[in-house]
């Protein structure tokens, strides 16, 4: 599986951003995917996760702002991302995970895309 973001950019506080993630590989290998954004202390936080029969999860601090979609016949993954925040800048990472199960921890995933930086201003 591999997995390629775009959709990244700066944008002032209050705006949007949609990002997308191209993917490639078997769909059988792809049982929950989800986006995640990485922390000062380097670790990968998850801000939502998808199933493959489109069951949603989101963290505290995106819900209610964001929304995670895909689009089976486009393998394409989708974070709709609005009332952006500065504390929402940072890198945001595309994942799959090819076991079964849906989970919020990034060590369950096992693909990862290269990353795209989004920056919101004050």
């Known amino acids: 599986v591999q997995l390629v973001e775009s959709g990244g950019g700066s944008v002032q506080a209050g705006g949007a951003l949609k990002l997308s993630c191209a993917a490639s590989g078997s769909t059988d290998r792809r049982h929950c995917m989800g986006w995640f954004r990485q922390t000062p202390e380097n670790e990968r936080e998850r801000g939502a996760t998808?199933?493959?029969?489109?069951?949603?999860t989101y963290s505290d601090s995106v819900k209610g702002r964001f929304s995670i979609s895909q689009d089976s016949a486009k393998n394409t993954l989708y974070l709709q991302m609005n009332n952006l925040k500065p504390e929402d800048t940072s890198i945001y990472y595309c994942?799959?995970?090819?076991?079964?199960?849906?989970?919020?921890?990034?060590?369950?995933?096992?693909?990862w895309g290269q990353g795209t930086q989004v920056t919101v201003s004050s």
């Open positions: 994942a799959a995970r090819s076991r079964y199960g849906c989970y919020t921890s990034s060590q369950y995933f096992n693909y």
């Open positions: 998808i199933n493959r029969y489109g069951s949603t």
